[in-house]
């Protein structure tokens, strides 16, 4: 199978588990049942198998989807409201968020929201950040949460994969935005060189 209808196919299963489960019953958790999931898919993709689900689930780099017993689901990205049962994340203590500049604006006024979502979207490291950031412009801005911080005050973090952590809302004065470099508009620099918002 071509890469091109590999993702399409894990494009339209986002779709189905993140946003519009359509006729799928989907439990409260996310979760839809893997051979009507796939009944799904074949209405539009005819040539797709357990086989083509399971390359999605577990080849794919991001691990967006988490098999559990013969169902399935999306592990973030949802604009579905669900109680997806997650376990607040002690343990991280800076994350980041890649974004473009003009959003940079609003977020250092009024923090990170998760706008379309359910929850606002944050990366482990400054590349992965930098890797998001870059779906919407060449020249991303990286913002750094102080994750200890913020969470000393009662804000929870939520890790859905080991690429993606997720939160409510981050608000301004946790967040510092990096120095900017001519060669990619952002630099990678340690929290002591961080210009503080605060
Ligand atoms: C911005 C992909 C104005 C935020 C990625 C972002 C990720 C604000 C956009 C995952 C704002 C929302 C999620 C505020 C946040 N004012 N703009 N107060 N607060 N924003 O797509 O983090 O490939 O919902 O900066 O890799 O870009 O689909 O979030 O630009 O992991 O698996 O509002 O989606 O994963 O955009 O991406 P998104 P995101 P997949």
């Known amino acids: 199978m071509s890469r091109n209808v590999k993702t399409r196919v894990s494009k339209y ?6 946003h519009n489960p359509e006729d799928l019953k989907m439990d409260n958790e996310g979760f839809v049942q893997l051979d009507e999931l796939l009944s799904k898919v074949k209405t539009r993709y005819p040539m797709a198998d357990r086989k083509l689900l399971m390359s999605i689930v577990h080849e794919s780099d991001k691990k967006r989807f988490q098999i559990v017993g013969g169902k399935m689901r999306a592990l973030y990205g949802h604009t579905i409201d669900l109680n997806m049962n997650l376990r607040e994340d002690e343990q991280v203590m800076v994350l980041y968020h890649g974004t473009t500049p003009q959003a940079v604006r609003d977020i250092m006024k009024t923090g990170l929201k998760p706008m379309r979502r359910r ?3 944050l990366s482990p490291t400054k590349e992965i950040a930098l890797e998001v950031g870059k779906r919407r412009t060449r020249t991303p801005t990286i913002l750094e949460i102080d994750v200890l911080k913020a969470r000393s005050n009662g804000i929870k973090f939520y890790k859905a994969t080991e690429k993606v952590y997720l939160c409510q809302h ?15 508009g952002q630099s990678l620099s ?3 060189h961080l210009n503080s918002q605060d």
Request: aromatic share 12%; proline share 7%.
């Open 13 to 18: 299963i986002s779709y189905l588990l993140r």
């Open 119 to 121: 929850w606002a979207h």
């Open 170 to 184: 981050v608000p301004a004065k946790y967040i510092r935005m990096c120095a900017r470099t001519r060669e990619t």
């Open 190 to 192: 340690p929290l002591n």
